[in-house]
């Protein structure tokens, strides 16, 4: 398994990291962190301005960073971000499902078109991920891992947070 670590630790140098909702909050230090470990960084977030000012950053570190726009809600853009992240780095070890957006209110007054792209990202995001990233790393045998990330609204709801 050569350019993998030699422990098999999935952050080890060289190895590859998929981080959506990578443009900011915790997406964005995720992929600075897994970036400074060596890793094979491709970022993605619907945000293209903020994940090419982050991977600049990353680059003058000297990091190897590659930024993939996506939307995690759009199937075909999240297959898109795996092929290209595959081509360009190879099997993929550690995919961080992060993106996600928050949308307040009162549900009957929220926007259908908000409210289905809350949960096209939020929930769907998620989904697209494991089906577009986990069959080629099952096939890879190397060590890997996904990591799903959700707000603290995805366990429990508070008032105005039904969306």
Known sequence: MGRRGVSGDVLSNGNVAVVTGAGSGIGAAIA????????????????????EALARQSRDDGATV???????GDAAQVDRLASTTVESFGPVNL????????????????????????????????????????????????PTHV????????????????P
């Open 147 to 162: 990591v799903n990330l959700a707000s603290v609204g995805s366990l429990t709801v508070g008032p105005f947070q039904t």
């Open 32 to 51: 600075r962190a897994v970036a400074a470990r060596g890793m094979r960084t491709v970022l993605a977030d619907v945000a293209a301005t903020r994940i």
């Open 95 to 142: 995919l961080v499902n992060n993106a996600g957006i928050e949308t307040t209110g009162r549900l009957w007054q929220i926007d259908k078109t908000r409210r289905d792209a809350t949960t096209a990202v939020n929930v769907s995001g998620v989904y697209h991920g494991v089906r577009s990233f986990v069959p080629a790393m099952i096939e890879a045998a190397a």
């Open 66 to 72: 590659a930024c993939v726009p996506t939307d995690v």
